[in-house]
DNA sequence: CTGAAAGCGCTAACAT
DNA sequence: ATGTTAGCGCTTTCAG
């Protein structure tokens, strides 16, 4: 029966009472166990095991200005390429200790902006991925908060690319070599930064490669969006076609599929991202994204950063790779 | 040029200098607007806006003990169940003006409590997924700490339950009015509380139309394992197949195909939780899920416990409904 | 209607 | 090696 005038969870004041000891020693048990005596360390530790002692972070928040919590934001938590990125990120910042807030801008700016400064005095940094709001606005925040950017690129801000033009240009440089003369590109939303560089890698190349591509627009990056190009990229007499993502490229499947084309027999396909795993059928070949690596990379930028808060404006970009699966084959 | 010495964030202190009042009176101004006068409220808003203020959650949490947050764990955020639960639940906590933890237990038990420990102080309350914790360390969290569970039914707490029975006898019901006789289910694995729950389901109705069924073990719940159930599918010649969800039926669409058969003019598939969509093709009759629902409402529920702690113990059920696709054909 | 003062749980000088 | 003190930013009595 702990001598504890107290309603909710025992403090440092409950052990220190218990134990017969200052608050500052039980403090300095968890924090700086080095400056004490191992045998009143051990003391400490055992009264705080048998209350169920859990330190007060608020507190700890409070008095030395480090919440021990990060945040990561995404624009859409249900899209495919979040969660195995959130997860990585959660399991890297708990191995530190940390907990991670999560929020989902819905892909508004503005939303995004409001979230993040809630966030600001209970965290000690920030991940955004792909952020929605202006450069002007994320350089307002980065100057009062550790950040790292993932796939959005601004210089004087640490960020982690995944950099899908090696794996396109992979992807082509495939094809070629099974004799495919003319290919497809199924693009997603022009607006985004991996668009812009995924179309421009088939470019050079295709043009490298002495290939001919047709660019057929899907905007909208969904399986429907794929499953309607599917006519164009016929209509295109293509006999493979490299898809903006991984969605796209399942879309397209299906839409080949009804046509009563046979892929990939009649018609090599190819995706992005590789959020689908080997879930589809035939087993997509796709260029993989590592946003496991991005998620985890990221957060380990910022405990750096906020470790040395001289680092900054670090730049990584994972490059990518071609994983052959069972829709590609020869013309 | 505000008057501040701080490094930091501006507080009420920066505020209260700047428009020359006291410190509660800015306290006041945010908390309980009603007890100043219109105009020194008006004053403080516009200077706080001015500083650029924003309440520091940590301290208020500290003075109050209400931090203002609240989290939600879920055993892996990379199954496609839980992300659009997640979604539903962060914009409610949102709406709130409420901060989430996001905790991915990773199956682990150990893990899930530790997560929680570490969460208690920062949080007003819990939102536990399909928690894999044993039914005595839920009590013993709940009984210090709001909680509401998802899928899981233990007496004595508050929970929400996707009750998929409803959505998976009219599944039967729809393949009788079709005119199957010999149906099979694949099941998922066996200690899950809905894998239960989705083969009693499939037994009593199946009784009560006269239809006979044929059970499948699939055991863990993928893509694969799906696959490969369609071998046994067609040696127990069924005429159509209940899917434990969503991923397994997709996967047995991908088996059915590899081995010939049509779906489905051969054979129907039938999934559950509808999470893929119409993601795949054809196009998945499944059963639908209402997990986004279930991720509002737990926080709502949550919401309410906090206000009136006298509440507790709601259990929900959310029945469920078949959506007919293009997967279902008569025999 | 507003100010003064105490305190939430913890850490960090500064003693000893 | 350990205790004392002050203070982090905010809310909340209690006085005016």
């Given amino acids: 029966m702990p001598i504890s005038k107290n309603k909710g969870a025992p403090t440092i004041g409950d052990i220190a ?16 166990p080095e400056l004490l005596s191992e045998d009143t360390v051990k003391k400490i530790r055992k009264a705080a095991e048998k209350l169920g002692y859990f330190p007060n972070q608020a507190a700890r928040a409070l008095s030395t200005g480090r919440p021990g919590n990060l945040a990561i934001v995404v624009p859409d938590i249900a899209n495919a390429f979040s969660p195995p990125l959130i997860r ?34 209970q965290t000690e940094g920030f991940v955004l991925v792909s952020s929605r709001m202006p450069d ?62 995924r179309r421009g890698a088939v470019r050079r190349a295709a043009e490298r490669e002495g290939l001919t591509v047709e660019y057929v627009r899907s905007g ?10 599917a006519s164009a990229v016929i209509a295109a007499k293509a006999s493979a076609a490299i898809a903006f993502d991984d969605v796209v490229a399942h879309g397209l499947l299906a839409g080949l599929n009804e046509l009563g084309y046979r892929v990939p027999q009649d018609i090599s396909v190819i995706g992005c991202d590789d959020v689908l795993g080997a879930a589809t059928y035939p087993a997509l070949t796709s260029v993989s994204a590592r946003h496991i690596e991005a998620g985890r990379m990221a ?13 900054s404006n670090v730049r990584i970009a994972l490059d990518t790779k071609l994983v052959v699966r069972a829709t590609t084959a020869p013309r």
Avoid at 156 to 180: C, F, N, Q, Y
Avoid at 299 to 311: D, K, R, V
């Fill in 88 to 121: 990585a990120a959660q399991l890297a910042a708990d191995s530190h200790g940390m907990s991670l807030f999560l929020g989902d801008s819905g892909e508004d700016p503005a939303r995004e902006f409001t979230l993040l400064n809630r966030l600001v005095v």
């Fill in 220 to 229: 909208h990056a969904t399986f429907d969006a794929g499953r309607e190009a």
């Fill in 299 to 311: 957060i380990e930028m910022l405990l750096n950063m906020i470790e040395e808060p001289t680092i």
């Fill in 136 to 197: 002007k606005k994320i350089k307002e925040i980065a100057e009062k908060h550790p950040l790292v950017l993932i796939n959005r690129d601004i210089s004087g801000i640490s960020r982690v690319l995944i950099d899908t033009s090696p794996g396109v240009e992979a992807a082509v440089v495939h094809l070629a070599e099974i004799k495919h003369k003319k290919i497809a590109y199924v693009g997603g939303p022009s607006v985004s930064w991996s668009e812009q560089q």
């Fill in 17 to 32: 009472d218990l134990v017969g000891v200052s608050r500052s020693s039980v403090s300095r048990a968890f924090g700086k």
